[in-house]
């Protein structure tokens, strides 16, 4: 028997028509994307979309550059869509060098906090604007 390739588009949508792996899920996966920009002396960081061992990189370097540039940095978490314990560790070790605030942190990452207890160690603030005031 041949290969078809007529049905190679049939196999890699389901009835619904959506492509397998967005039916499978519910919604199509997020990439992750990292924003930098000063504002008030302060280096804000935006994060939004997934972060776990394969997408934390370039988030990592953005947070690094920040803190070896600006004595604050403001970690804007509001559009961070999933984070594991990859993203946790790297707040953590950036918290440490005293210059971290984390702001408007999504659901998913509020969640993430309170259950490890992070929530009390870290600077979560409501807006990006309240943390560079803190």
Sequence with gaps: ??????????????SSGKPVPEQATGETLRQSMVIRY??????VVEASGDYDLDSIGPLAAALKTATQTHPKVILD???VTFADSTF???VILIHQTGKLRVAAPSERVRRL????????????????????AS
């Design 1 to 14: 028997m041949s290969w078809d390739e007529t049905a190679t588009p049939a196999l890699l949508t389901a």
């Design 38 to 43: 000063e504002c008030c002396g302060a280096q």
């Design 77 to 79: 978490a509001s559009g």
């Design 88 to 90: 946790l560790s790297l």
């Design 113 to 132: 906090c309170a259950i490890t207890g992070v929530d009390d160690v870290l600077q979560i603030r409501e807006t990006v604007d309240e943390a560079i």
